[in-house]
């Protein structure tokens, strides 16, 4: 695999625009690190969810939507959802990626093995 893996979080709030707008966002520059191709999860720090798949359409940027989210999150990447459906990562495989579902703490960036697994199960439940 030759794509990195990344995720963003949203809110109830952000979610219907990350989701209609396919854009994610965040106040943090780590996006600028992602490239077209690349595969992207949505944790919802809400509800305690992950929720896949889609892919970069666009290297990450400052600003590709200005307006968006008041402003807040402004290191942006355009995305599209590369299976038919939004779909529930299970809470299983949070523990795999270290997401502490008491703090919501993790890295953006998960690591090739665990992303691997994680996008061949989001696929092959898909198909």
Known sequence: MTSQTFIFECSSSTYLDCVEKNLFGSNKPWPLEIKTGDYLLLHHYEIGGLLG???????????????????????????????????????????KLGIDAAIGRFDNCVDEDTAEDLIRSLLGAAS
């Open 53 to 95: 798949l889609w892919q970069a359409t666009s290297n990450g940027g400052k600003n590709l939507v200005p307006k968006v989210w008041g402003g807040k999150f402004p290191y942006q990447v355009k995305v599209k959802l590369v299976i038919p459906k939004v779909t529930d990562v299970p809470k299983s495989v949070l523990k």
